[in-house]
């Protein structure tokens, strides 16, 4: 009979006892895992992101007009550099604004009410209407969010 076998030993007779475990197998699978660890990749790939840089005190914040700003109120009602626009024309809008802007960024400013889901549905409409560069705009933050130590 083939196979693995795990021996116990006992010294029979005695008031002591010895248990000796056979760690083979367990080596075998520690060998196992080592190499399946070593083998995964390591590095992930994942969307290029760039941090914006704060303005200097002698530089204005001016505008840029390659820019948009998409915002999305609580309702779900949305606009763009303040023109309405529906959820349904959202893709051929934005086609159309960004033929003129292929370096532009579109900036996506979702009220705090909403889910995540509503702001990323956007954002994956945004990128199917051929918008490379997207932002996410946030609140302010001027001092630790409550619940946050």
Known sequence: MKGVYIAVAMQIGSNKSAAVINVTPMIDIVMV?????MLLPTKTVGLKS?????PTENQPS???PQHLVLRIQKDHSMDINSQ?????????????LFAVRPDGVL???GARELEFDDVA?????????GVERIGVMTDKVTGAAPGYH
């Open 50 to 54: 760039d941090v914006p840089q704060l």
């Open 62 to 64: 001016i505008p840029n």
């Open 107 to 109: 900036f996506v400013n």
């Open 84 to 96: 309405p626009v529906v959820l349904a024309e959202l893709h051929e809008r934005l086609q159309t």
């Open 121 to 129: 549905t956007v954002i994956d409409i945004a990128h199917g209407a």
């Open 33 to 37: 895992l080592l190499i399946v660890f």
